[in-house]
């Protein structure tokens, strides 16, 4: 949906630097899921934020991923020190209540060489 | 544990009808969805059906759910090679935060 922006909407990173990426929710959307889709592999969940607050984070690598949502500004998925085996296309997806329709940004493709 | 299990790969002829299954697991699950991702492109919900449905019918697309057995399927009917992308079977958790569980997804080749 146009109205999830996720940005950039391509990155490519060298081993060892950080990725950051952003998540614009839909205006009144407060609910943030990041999912991750690996090369051929379905999307798996990584971390569900509603604004401030990580609700469940069970589907994040224990170390070097880190997900904010702070009170004003997008939602950024942080990847510290990345590896190869980090690069996929990272979707999120917002929501305005925990039981209504998820709309999903382009995703950004991390490539890391 | 939760689980979307779909087929891989499905080629029809354009015009005919296309029909995308998957099971599910998770008896407890409230919405289960369709999504289609065509290529280098983000997710696009298509439908959903309330758990509680047996069918639902929006223009070209037909959805089946048989909750005694957790399967699902969407029916494109006259399918065009504009409907070639991969389809996606998704459960929202009722239980764990609402929370999307996927399929690998089927890409369907639709061939002239």
């Known amino acids: 949906n146009a109205g999830v922006m996720q940005n950039p909407r391509h990155l490519v990173r060298r081993r060892g630097q950080e990725a950051r990426l952003r998540c614009s929710p839909v205006k009144g959307h407060s609910h943030v899921y990041w999912y991750r889709q690996l090369p051929e592999e379905g999307l798996k969940f990584m971390v569900y934020?509603?604004?401030?607050?990580?609700?469940?984070e069970s589907g994040m690598p224990k170390e070097r991923f880190s997900a904010e949502f702070p009170k004003e500004g997008p939602s950024i998925l942080r990847i510290q020190q990345v590896v190869r085996g980090d690069s996929a296309a990272y979707f999120c997806?917002?929501?305005?209540?925990?039981?209504?329709?998820?709309?999903f940004g382009q995703g950004t493709r991390l490539t890391v060489v | 544990g939760e689980d979307v299990e779909q087929s891989l790969f499905l080629s029809v002829r354009e015009g005919d009808s296309s029909v995308i299954n998957c099971t599910y697991t998770d008896s407890s699950s409230t919405y289960l969805y369709w999504y289609k991702q065509e290529p280098g492109a983000g997710l696009q919900l298509l439908t959903y059906i309330f758990s509680n449905m047996d069918m639902k019918q929006d223009q070209r697309l037909t959805v089946l759910l048989n909750k005694k057995d957790k399967h699902l399927s969407l029916r494109i009917a006259d399918t065009q090679t504009g409907d070639s992308a991969i389809y996606f079977c998704a459960e929202r958790d009722a239980g764990n935060n609402r929370k999307l569980i996927w399929g690998l997804g089927t890409s369907l080749a639709v061939n002239p």
């Open positions: 997806a917002t929501t305005q209540g925990a039981n209504t329709e998820a709309f």
């Open positions: 934020l509603q604004k401030e607050n990580i609700i469940d």
